[in-house]
T-cell receptor
């Protein structure tokens, strides 16, 4: 079974530009979450999508947005990039079931974004 | 809000030494607790988990026990190997939903 894939793996942008990152979850997984990892702030939750609906959102400005498609693939978009947006962006998928109290999250390798 | 605090790193050990990485948490309700490991250039891998008080998670020689009375989930391994060198993250998940709250991470280096 293929794991979570993220594209691209590396990206270089300049301030003011916008960027779109893509995440393909494990087949059958309908929940996708996004995290930002930086040396200063560590791992921070961005948002979670389930069945094309945002279920949960972290404390990030509106420049960070996301969406999920009917095939569960997800994209996140960052507009008007700032230097501080340089980070590793991680996507995680899980087979969410309301009947289960635990749904393991599987992480992708991440997209390394550098803003110059 | 929820929070996770890990012991400060980095931690450097010799092969076959005993490892402890402390983790304490603050949360409402009954969160699930996790340890994730991140190898260079890779994403996070789930190392072990515990979903209720007194549960012991274990995997690849690593263990951690969910202690509700001390709000702790310390990671231990009796004999580390060079291949255990990585960054270890303690995390909690709220009672509902998938959102994970992570600790700062602890860099472990094991020397031969």
């Amino acid at each position: 079974k293929a794991g979570v894939t993220q594209t691209p793996r590396y990206l270089i942008k300049t301030r003011g530009q916008q960027v779109t990152l893509s995440c393909s979850p494990i087949s059958g997984h309908r929940s996708v979450s996004w995290y930002q990892q930086t040396p200063g702030q560590g791992l921070q939750f961005l948002f979670e999508y389930f069945s094309e609906t945002q279920r949960n959102k972290g404390n990030f400005p509106g420049r960070f947005s996301g969406r999920q498609f009917s095939n569960s693939r997800s994209e996140m978009n960052v507009s008007t990039l700032e230097l501080g947006d340089s980070a590793l962006y991680l996507c995680a998928s899980s087979f969410y079931s309301p009947q289960s109290s635990y749904n393991e999250q599987f992480f992708g390798p991440g997209t390394r974004l550098t803003v110059l | 809000g929820n929070s996770v605090t890990q012991m400060e790193g980095p931690v450097t050990l010799s092969e076959e030494a005993f490892l402890t990485i402390n983790c304490t948490y603050t949360a409402t309700g009954y969160p699930s607790l996790f340890w994730y490991v991140q190898y260079p250039g890779e994403g996070l891998q789930l190392l072990l988990k515990a979903t209720k008080a007194d549960d012991k998670g274990s995997n690849k020689g690593f263990e951690a026990t969910y202690r509700k009375e001390t709000t702790s989930f310390h990671l231990e391994k009796g004999s580390v190997q060079v291949s255990d060198s990585a960054v270890y993250f303690c995390a909690l998940r709220e009672t509902s939903g998938s959102r994970l709250t992570f600790g700062e991470g602890t860099q472990l280096t094991v020397n031969p």
